[in-house]
Structures are given as C-alpha cells and as structure tokens.
C-alpha cells in the first residue's frame, strides 16, 4: 500500500535577522506514514519533534525536503512548495492537527468550536452539533461545559476540547502533537480507545507522545531524531 | 480591472464589491437615514421598487444588529459601534462577493470591536464572503485571515498562511512586528 505522507530530507531552521542568529531545529528526516497506521516520533526535547508536525502543516514553511502528501484520488502535492490555498483546502478536508495548546475563535462555546470543522466542510450546524456532543461525552468533559467557551477551562479539558475539534473532522492524515499530556490515567485510556478506532476506519497519523508507554501501545512505525547539529557544523557542511 | 471603461468600473463597484471604511464619514451619507444609505445602494444596483428597498433594508439592519427601529434616523446620531454595524449592512445590500474592509475595528472600544469581528467571522462563514482586510492589529489577523500579505513602503514583502507568518515570519520587518505584539 502506497503510504499517505513520505517525508524525505527535511531540515528546518529559523533565521533570526534581528539577532543575526541561525537556530537549527529538524535535520534531514526519513519518514512514511499510511493509512491505518500511526508513526510515532521520539527524540529529546530539542530534537525538533514538534517542527516536523508544523512543516507538514505548513505553519512552520521548510527550509529544505520533500514531504508528498497523497490524497484521495492519488494525486501527490509536495507540501513543501503547496500553493497557500491548495494548504488551505487540505487543511480543511484531509489534514487535522492536535496541537499542545487549544486555538480557538474566542466568545464560542466549546459545543461550536469542537463542530466548527464539520461546519466548515459544510455540514449542517445541529447534525455537526450532535456529533460534538458524542465525542465531548466520550471524552469524559462534563456537560455543564459544552455551552461555555473554553477560555476558562482547566489544562485538561481545553486538551480534549482540542482533542475532539482534531477528531470530529475524520482527516485523513492527523498530526498529533502530544495529545494526553495534561490528561489524567482514565481519559488517557479513553483517548488511546479513540485513537485505535479511528486507526481502524484508516486514518494515518503522525504523533509524538510524552509517555514511553504510549508510543509502545499505538505507534506501528517509530521514527527516532537527534538534536540538531550546531551552527558552525551546518555551515561546513554548506560550504563543503 | 484598470483596462475597464469608466461605466464598466462604476458597474464592478456597485454590483459586485463592498467596502467598509475606517471613517464612517467616507461610506455613509449622513444627510439621509440608515435605510436610506441603504436604499442608495440598491437603487444603484437597479432594484427600485419601494417595498422590496425598505424590507431588505429592514432585513439587513436586523442581520447587523442595529435598531430596526432606529432605520428612520441618521446615523449621524448612531455610536461608533453602531455606524461600523450600518456601514456593513450598506456594503453587503448587494450581496457582494467581495468585500474590503479598511482597519474597520481601529478606535472602537475593546467589546464593540469584539462583537463587529463577530459579524465579520459569521458573515465571511454565512455568505462565503471573500474578504481583503487591511489592520495594523495581529489579533484581527489571526481571527478573520486565512492568507496575509505584510507590506512596507508601499510593496509586498512577505506572504503565506496567517499562522505561518506569526509563528515563522521569514523577513526581518514581519520578524520585528510579530515580535512587537502585545
């Protein structure tokens, strides 16, 4: 089977013109990710984990490599060079991404920000209604907060209301970037239940998790990266 | 657009864009009422029937959140708030399919300028608006644009996806502004 996403190479670095620096974070990482399966990264902090996550989303822009995304007729966009509104459209239909921290339109309630990808894919607002209302009980996040918008909520909770917004959309290609870290031991094993039934209907996922434990249960593939090289190593490495 | 005619230039304007102004004075006439302001619109994109200007007028008015009873009255007696609300009801009479709105919060208090995003927010997802907005907020940005364009001395320096250039601006000039927010 031909994987959803193939990662080849990539390297991300920031230049800060300000402070004249070059920060170095992923390099030159190797990674496949199909449909059913879930690749888990592991590394040290620093290793750049959470970089490869952005790059394939687009919010952090490549400094250099190739990551094919392939959709559901077959056709193939490099994700690296993807025109902005060709981003946007995946981003809409096929990718999801689950991020540390919950961004959300500010005055909603967490009920409309956990439906508003189903809306968005134009799904009509109460059926997208009943769906949150499924995956906010799954998530054990008490219904006395459906209808309050999540500002006020604790760690925990704005984690499952992020977790559900990711879920509810049924990407086909999910990034998740710590899911359960704030979480507590039943709604962890209620979020891993979550993630081997969507692993089932096919979704591809690419995750980092905090916990050793969790890579060993859901990771099919594991991906392992090293902290980058200093500064001076990459430019020698540019010039040679 | 610029190899247009005159007529063919004017008919684009009233037909088929909007614009909201920073200066209520620039999009509305205060000499006449809120509906009236209204009804300007739509005449100039050839609707002229009586009844069917004042409904939609009425409709509109309510859609924006102004008085429907206040419709009568000069907006000229209308909060900042409330000539922002007008100004878009104005610009959406036609059902645009493009609309630009010029630094529309700037100078609004904090919660009036949080319920006027709103508008926008819903309209942009009701309508399938497409939308130009021009701010100096980030804030404004990150809610409403999907794409941004940072421009300096007149030129477009940098653009990509909203969240890309907040949290991986590429130019020195975005990297300084994205690092200036409160």
């Known amino acids: 089977m031909q994987p959803i996403l193939e990662i080849d190479g990539l390297s991300k670095h920031f230049q800060l013109h300000e402070q004249n620096k070059l920060i170095p974070s992923c390099a030159n990482v190797q990674l496949q990710v199909s449909a059913g399966q879930l690749t888990a990264l592991i590394g040290p902090t620093g290793a750049g984990k959470s970089s490869v996550l952005k790059c394939v989303y687009r919010t952090y822009l490549p400094s250099s490599g190739r990551m094919l995304y392939r959709d559901g007729e077959g056709h193939r966009t490099d994700l690296a060079q993807a025109s902005e509104h060709r981003m946007l459209e995946l981003r809409q239909r096929d990718i999801g991404f689950v991020t540390q921290f919950l961004h959300c339109l500010p005055r909603r309630s967490a009920l409309d920000v956990v439906c508003e990808p189903l809306v968005a894919q134009g799904m009509a607002h109460e059926a997208s209604r009943e769906r949150a209302r499924e995956l906010l009980g799954l998530l054990n996040v008490p219904e006395r907060l459906w209808g309050v918008p999540p500002a006020t909520f604790s760690g925990g909770e704005k984690q499952r209301i992020n977790l559900a917004r990711g879920l509810i959309a049924r990407p086909r290609l999910l990034l998740l970037d710590e899911p359960t870290a704030s979480l507590d031991p039943s709604t962890t094993e209620r979020v891993i239940e979550l993630i081997n039934n969507i692993k089932t209907e096919g979704v591809a996922m690419l995750a980092i998790f905090h916990h050793p434990e969790l890579v060993q249960r859901l990771a099919d593939q594991v991906v392992e990266l090293t902290p980058p090289l200093a500064v001076s190593e990459i430019l020698e490495a540019c010039t040679s | ?20 102004y920073q200066n209520p004075h620039l999009g509305l006439n205060f000499n006449v009422s809120a509906g009236g302001n209204i009804a300007e619109r739509l005449l100039m994109s050839d609707i002229s029937h009586y009844g069917e200007i004042r409904a939609r007028a009425r ?6 959140e102004v008085l429907v009873d206040r419709m009568d009255e000069s907006p000229k007696k209308f909060s900042g708030g409330m000539q922002q609300r007008v100004q878009i009801a104005k610009a959406l009479a036609t059902k645009p399919p493009l609309l630009y709105l010029d630094e529309v919060t700037t100078g609004l208090d904090l919660s009036v300028q949080a319920r006027i995003l709103d508008l926008i927010l819903e309209i942009q997802q009701e309508l399938h608006t497409a939308m130009i907005v021009v701010t100096h907020d980030l804030g404004v940005i990150r809610l409403l644009a999907g794409r941004t364009l940072v421009m300096k001395y007149g030129r477009v320096i940098e653009s990509g996806l909203t969240d890309q250039i907040l949290e991986d601006p590429q130019h020195a000039y975005t990297q300084r502004l994205v690092a200036s927010a409160l």
């Open chain 2, 1 to 20: 657009m610029f190899a247009l005619n005159a007529a063919r230039q004017r008919w684009l304007r009233n037909h088929r864009f909007g614009m909201v």
């Open chain 2, 59 to 64: 409709q509109l008015l309510a859609r924006t």
